[in-house]
């Protein structure tokens, strides 16, 4: 059985009341709920306003993602802040982990850093989504924030961002926790961004660090527990954890490809008799 947490980030795709219905019977699935970046970037202030109210009234488990990101081309990063601080402070106000998203060069990652210590105690559980950023970063935010873990995507394999594999060498995996990011990021070319990546996330950091795989799943499963507070351990668990996004959009694409795939298989074999 898995543990999933997935994150609704984007408020276009947050389920409704019986969307989140059905989710709730799915108790291996949790879910936080966040306004993202870029979100923040190109709505109205009315739009974020009502964002922030619906927030308030979703929160359960976690809220994020949550953070700046300069992708985009207009980039409004004092808006981005502001809607960062405010979704902290509601963190704080529930007693909720954070889950944190970062895109941009160095400087970003430290105005994003600055936020979180000026907002949260030493003790506040975060989740640094995606971690991409430096060394330094790692050892600065990590050296502050007891609760706070970074995760591993896809992104450790190839070119991009070569400093994550190097962050792991140096440190080991006792803040990480395994994502997929999916849809978003993919694992290789022509294939379908999944949860189930994290298989590979997870083979690739046992490859790095020289220890099974078991391991590797065993102590990011320890972390992710500890991050999301849960109750005491239920051994049935299969130690893995999946980040992922779902919208209902995104779900009926991948459904549709899974199908596609399969039906592809299909006239493949009838083919070869
Ligand atoms: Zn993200």
């Given at each position: ?7 609704f ?10 969307q989140?219905t059905?989710?709730h ?108 950023s ?34 792991i ?18 694992y ?19 490859k790095?660090?020289?220890i ?62």
């Amino acid at each position: 059985m898995m543990f999933m947490v997935a994150n609704f980030c984007f408020p276009s795709s947050w389920p409704n009341s019986s969307q989140r219905t059905e989710l709730h019977k799915t108790p291996s699935v949790h879910f936080s709920f966040g306004i993202h970046p870029r979100t923040v970037n190109s709505s109205s202030s009315s739009n974020l306003h009502r964002h922030l109210t619906d927030l308030e009234y979703l929160v359960q488990l976690a809220i994020g993602e949550c953070g700046l990101d300069t992708s985009d081309r207009n980039v409004n990063l004092s808006k981005q802040i502001e809607y960062l601080e405010k979704q902290l402070q509601l963190a704080l106000k529930n007693s909720l982990p954070v889950v944190i998203h970062c895109r941009g060069n160095d400087a970003l990652h430290l105005t994003l850093l600055t936020s979180l210590v000026n907002c949260c105690p030493k003790e506040q559980k975060i989740h640094w989504h995606c971690f991409t950023s430096s060394q330094e970063i790692y050892l600065t935010a990590s050296g502050h924030f007891i609760n706070l873990v970074f995760g591993i995507t896809p992104f450790i394999f190839g070119n991009r961002y070569p400093n994550i594999r190097e962050i792991i060498k140096e440190n080991g995996i006792d803040r990480l926790v395994l994502e997929s990011d999916a849809p978003y990021i993919k694992y290789k070319e022509n294939q379908i961004p999944n949860p189930y990546i994290v298989n590979f996330v997870a083979e690739e950091i046992s490859k790095l660090l020289n220890i099974p795989v078991e391991q590797v799943f065993e102590i990011t499963f320890t972390n992710t527990q500890k991050y999301m507070e849960r109750g005491s351990r239920d051994e049935e668990l299969t130690v893995f954890v999946v980040y992922m996004f779902i919208s209902l959009y995104e779900e009926t694409v991948y459904i549709y490809s899974v199908l596609r795939v399969i039906l592809r298989i299909f006239l493949y074999l009838i083919f070869l008799f």
